[in-house]
């Protein structure tokens, strides 16, 4: 098991709750990376975000849910890497356990990382760790750019923005005008 799925295994007792248990991790499953949005209908009402990168889900909360018109920002908080099993599961979380409620899958499809640093293209792990990711997504509901840019890191705490663009130059220059320009290209 990926060391990236120790948070989750470690808030989750898998005898009570019905979400997937990571399974042998390899060198990734073969085809386009996917994602998938969740409506979850937990304590609070929100949406999880999740990108399929390298082993793993990686994972945000998204309080109002993807925007869907250009230009609009959305809060995003980063939360613990999910399986890829993940990416298929629906069901209802049991009282007492972490996520308690249902989850029910709102979008799923393909998307593309297009991200950039000058001319050159940045894997997404490495646009993940440095915290500016752009992606094209071409799910049933969701289509087109979008731009994850983390704007605060405290001790518990990773704050993005998911950002809906037109294209992507567009993904680049608004990130720069939210972020203050994290990236020398990025105008």
């Given at each position: 098991?990926?060391?990236?799925?120790?948070?989750?295994?470690?808030?989750?007792?898998?005898?009570?709750?019905?979400?997937?248990?990571?399974?042998?991790?390899?060198?990734?499953?073969?085809?386009?990376?996917?994602?998938?949005?969740?409506?979850?209908?937990?304590?609070?009402?929100?949406?999880?975000?999740?990108?399929?990168?390298?082993?793993?889900?990686?994972?945000?909360?998204?309080?109002?849910?993807?925007?869907?018109?250009?230009?609009d920002r959305r809060l995003a908080l980063r939360m613990e890497d999910h399986p890829l099993e993940y990416v298929d599961f629906e069901g209802e979380i049991p009282e007492g356990e972490y996520?308690?409620?249902?989850?029910?899958?709102?979008?799923?499809?393909?998307?593309?990382?297009?991200?950039?640093?000058?001319?050159?293209?940045?894997?997404?792990?490495?646009?993940?760790?440095?915290?500016?990711?752009?992606?094209?997504?071409?799910?049933?509901?969701?289509?087109?750019?979008?731009?994850?840019?983390?704007?605060?890191?405290?001790?518990?705490?990773?704050?993005?923005?998911?950002?809906?663009?037109?294209?992507?130059?567009?993904?680049?220059?608004?990130?720069?005008?939210?972020?203050?320009?994290?990236?020398?290209?990025?105008?």
């Open positions: 098991m990926s060391g990236r799925l120790d948070q989750y295994v470690a808030r989750r007792d898998f005898d009570r709750t019905p979400e997937p248990k990571p399974g042998p991790r390899g060198s990734g499953r073969k085809g386009n990376p996917r994602f998938v949005v969740q409506e979850h209908d937990a304590r609070r009402h929100h949406f999880d975000f999740r990108l399929e990168i390298g082993d793993v889900l990686a994972s945000w909360v998204v309080p109002r849910g993807p925007a869907s018109e250009s230009g996520g308690a409620g249902k989850v029910k899958t709102w979008d799923i499809g393909a998307f593309e990382n297009i991200t950039t640093a000058g001319n050159q293209s940045v894997p997404a792990t490495s646009a993940l760790d440095e915290g500016y990711l752009v992606v094209r997504l071409k799910g049933k509901k969701l289509h087109g750019c979008y731009a994850l840019q983390r704007t605060e890191v405290s001790d518990n705490e990773e704050r993005w923005l998911l950002i809906r663009t037109r294209d992507e130059g567009d993904s680049k220059a608004i990130a720069a005008r939210h972020a203050g320009g994290l990236r020398e290209d990025a105008g």
